[in-house]
T-cell receptor, first 112, second 115 residues
Framework: GESVGLHLPTLSVQEGDNSIINCAYSNSASDYFIWYKQESGKGPQFIIDIRSNMDKRQGQRVTVLLNKTVKHLSLQIAATQPGDSAVYFCAENGSGTYKYIFGTGTRLKVLA | GAVVSQHPSWVICKSGTSVKIECRSLDFQATTMFWYRQFPKQSLMLMATSNEGSKATYEQGVEKDKFLINHASLTLSTLTVTSAHPEDSSFYIC???????????FGQGTRLTVV
């Protein structure tokens, strides 16, 4: 596979604080990006997406930022809640393909 | 949102036997389905891309004779792990897309344990 299989980094955040999860993507030709949340033993759930013609997109409590110059994607979660504890993955999709490549993932731990 | 159903959610099989995992898009027709494998505390590794009516495209290092993929219709893809061995134990996840550059919808995953 093309995704790197490394042990997941962990981000610990106090409940109520904002979280920022970062992702470096690999293909400069990718033009569609998604953030997924995965809870233990379950499949990934869609959170928010962004296309390459945008640099910011907001959802409910979440914001995705895209910096194409340095191939960097971030997910900001406002007022982090215990239910946000999960592993977060970014995924990129190259133009003209259906293929999704996942980043290494970040485990978010929300501290009470 | 669209629903992708994966079955079974978990399976235990004996070494040397084959296991079939189904992936269905319940309320949409999927142009393409994907199969991923995920080891504990690791990311999703794409195994193969499955298009209805044609042969699957396998990622480098994935044995196509061991992981048989059949995409018989626009709503069903199956992954058969043949002659399973303990090292095949993993979490297998499928996803489906409606079209190019669109959201991928994921199944709930199948935990395979080979004993």
């Amino acid at each position: 596979g093309e995704s790197v299989g490394l042990h997941l980094p962990t981000l610990s955040v106090q409940e109520g604080d904002n979280s920022i999860i970062n992702c470096a993507y690999s293909n400069s030709a990718s033009d569609y990006f998604i953030w997924y949340k995965q809870e233990s033993g379950k499949g990934p759930q869609f959170i928010i997406d962004i296309r390459s013609n945008m640099d910011k997109r907001q959802g409910q409590r979440v914001t995705v930022l895209l910096n194409k110059t340095v191939k960097h994607l971030s997910l900001q979660i406002a007022a982090t809640q215990p239910g946000d504890s999960a592993v977060y993955f970014c995924a990129e999709n190259g133009s003209g393909t259906y293929k999704y490549i996942f980043g290494t993932g970040t485990r978010l731990k929300v501290l009470a | 949102g669209a629903v992708v159903s994966q079955h079974p959610s978990w399976v235990i099989c004996k070494s040397g036997t084959s296991v079939k995992i189904e992936c269905r898009s319940l309320d949409f027709q999927a142009t393409t389905m994907f199969w991923y494998r995920q080891f504990p505390k690791q990311s999703l590794m794409l195994m193969a891309t499955s298009n209805e009516g044609s042969k699957a495209t396998y990622e480098q290092g994935v044995e196509k004779d061991k992981f048989l993929i059949n995409h018989a219709s626009l709503t069903l893809s199956t992954l058969t792990v043949t002659s399973a061995h303990p090292e095949d134990s993993s979490f297998y996840i499928c996803s489906a897309v409606k079209g190019e550059n669109t959201e991928a919808f994921f199944g709930q995953g199948t935990r395979l344990t080979v004993v």
